[in-house]
């Protein structure tokens, strides 16, 4: 039970369509470690909460920072998250442990986050393309 909610964790049971088809038909995934410590969990019920998100991958390690993306009218989150942990090795073991989970009935995908570009014309370029956007909203208005 976190913040008066009960939470229902279940494992996926994705079976085959026919006897000898692969469950996954979708290009091959690489195994191996992950290159990030930021794990991206999409299909994310509306109902969840950042400090529902906390404590169940705060079970796997560390959690450094959880992010849930508003909606442009404020009226919740976008259905996905950031989960940032304080090494890699938690990261790839709350990706293997909960890669298969339901949260409120939903089957969240978990795939590792790409890093943000912290090199100087990157860093520029996304001030300048947000300042951009907000002339533009500002104008609009």
């Known amino acids: 039970v976190v913040d008066d909610h ?5 494992v996926s ?6 006897v000898g088809q692969a469950a996954d038909t979708g290009p ?8 990030t410590s930021r794990l ?5 019920a509306f109902e969840a909460t950042r400090n529902e998100l906390r404590q169940l991958f705060g079970a796997y390690g560390s959690v450094s920072a959880v992010r849930l993306p508003k909606k442009s009218d404020y009226t919740g989150h976008r259905g996905f998250a950031f989960v940032d942990f ?7 073991a709350a990706f293997e442990a909960l890669q298969h989970t339901h949260l409120y009935g939903r089957r969240m995908v978990i795939e590792p986050a790409e890093e943000a570009a912290t090199d100087v014309g990157t860093v ?5 393309k ?12």
Not at 28 to 35: D, F, R, S, T, V
Not at 86 to 92: G, L, P, T, V
């Open 28 to 35: 091959p995934k690489k195994k191996g470690p992950l290159k």
């Open 13 to 18: 049971q994705r079976k085959a369509a026919q």
């Open 86 to 92: 304080a090494s890699k090795a938690e990261a790839a």
């Open 124 to 128: 520029q370029q996304a001030t300048e």
């Open 130 to 141: 947000r300042k951009a956007a907000k002339e533009l909203r500002s104008e609009a208005k």
């Open 6 to 10: 009960a939470l229902k964790l279940q």
């Open 40 to 44: 991206c969990v999409r299909n994310l």
